[in-house]
């Protein structure tokens, strides 16, 4: 079992930049592929960025390629979600989700663990 807890969110005008992090507590760490997902007010949850288990493969969405950049410290236990160039669209509520087989995916259903969400809000 895993225990993750975002933080980094806040308001931010169109353009700028924040980083999100999400420190993970209980199993091994690189055992889990890791994602971020958003979830905008009246939508459905999506995932905005993935990472394998080493962190030598990554995923966007077509929304955030280019502009967003997932990493992970594996000693550190902590997944991080750079976020640039920043756009109204972009406000949600952030999730990270850990998964612990297969390979990591763009589904919701496929997560074991989430953390409690931190809200990102972008104005124009």
């Known amino acids: 079992q895993v225990q993750l807890v975002e933080s980094g969110g806040g308001l931010v005008q169109a353009g700028g930049s924040l980083r999100l992090s999400c420190a993970a507590s209980g199993s091994p760490f690189s055992n889990y592929h890791m994602g971020w997902f958003r979830q905008a007010l009246g939508e459905e949850r999506e995932r905005a960025a993935g990472i394998s288990r080493s962190g030598g493969v990554t995923y966007y969405s077509d929304s955030v390629k280019g502009r967003f950049t997932i990493s992970r410290d594996n000693a550190k236990n902590t997944v991080y979600l750079q976020m640039n160039s920043l756009k109204p669209g972009d406000t949600a509520v952030y999730y990270c989700?850990?998964?612990?087989?297969?390979?990591?995916?763009?589904?919701?259903?496929?997560?074991?663990?989430w953390g409690q969400g931190t809200q990102v809000t972008v104005s124009s």
């Open positions: 989700a850990a998964r612990l087989g297969g390979v990591t995916t763009r589904r919701t259903d496929d997560y074991d663990y």
